[in-house]
């Protein structure tokens, strides 16, 4: 079972070049989701999915674009890095439901240097 | 905004000791839960509490939900080695815009 599978696992950008990290998930969720995870700070949403071809900002949502065309994929774009940006990248998807919490599942994260 | 606090930053102990960890907010949370992350790794979802008061175990770990709903803690028994590892809580947004705040993260190291 892959779950949640995040591609690059590494990668080392210059100061104003351009990426987009790929989120895949298998699982048929409804709802997908970006953070960023730096020292002490635990996870920060920046972006988020309530279904295909819907978008929404999360707390942190500066400088980043995303973009999801299917059900299965989640896009996280930087168009000019920033090393403010530097950062380890998780995408986690779950399934649809209100009020209980559905569970989360994550990647395994992409480490993202900017230099 | 909405923060959870997560209370201690770190923390490292003796194999067999037992530990408490905290998660504090102002806010009211539809649910709570807890996950814990090995590195490397993506975090991987505990448990989930969801009413005020709820008490959950899975061996020896113990999950607690506040009575109204704003903090969480989790109790440890006899600690091991492979216990080891970030935990974070995440407390679900009432707002009905399916967001998940994450709090601050406890670093539990357990020493053998």
């Known amino acids: 079972n892959a779950g949640v599978t995040q591609t690059p696992k590494f990668r080392v950008l210059k100061t104003g070049q351009s990426m987009t990290l790929l989120c895949a998930q298998d699982?048929?969720?409804?709802?997908m989701y970006w953070y960023r995870q730096d020292p002490g700070m635990g996870l920060r949403l920046i972006h988020y999915?309530?279904?295909?071809?819907?978008?929404a900002k999360g707390e942190v949502p500066d400088g980043y674009n995303v973009s999801r065309l299917k059900k299965q994929n989640f896009l996280l774009g930087l168009e000019s890095a920033a090393p403010s940006q530097t950062s380890v990248y998780f995408c986690?998807?779950?399934?649809?439901?209100?009020?209980?919490?559905?569970?989360?599942?994550f990647g395994d994260g992409t480490r993202l240097s900017i230099l | 905004t909405q923060l959870l606090e997560q209370s201690p930053q770190f923390l490292s102990i003796q194999e067999g000791e037992n530990l408490t960890v905290y998660c504090n907010s102002s806010s009211v949370f539809s649910s709570l839960q807890w996950y814990r992350q090995e590195p490397g790794e993506g975090p991987v979802l505990l448990v989930t509490v969801v009413t005020g008061g709820e008490v959950k175990k899975l061996k020896r770990l113990t999950f607690q939900f506040g009575d109204a709903r704003k903090d969480s803690s989790l109790h440890i028994t006899a600690a091991q080695p492979g216990d080891t590892g970030l935990y974070l809580c995440?407390?679900?947004?009432?707002?009905?815009?399916?967001?998940?705040?994450f709090g601050t993260g406890t670093r539990l190291k357990v020493l053998a």
């Open positions: 995440a407390g679900v947004t009432t707002s009905g815009t399916y967001k998940y705040i």
């Open positions: 999915s309530v279904g295909e071809g819907t978008t």
């Open positions: 986690a998807s779950s399934p649809r439901g209100r009020g209980n919490g559905q569970p989360q599942h």
């Open positions: 699982m048929n969720h409804e709802y």
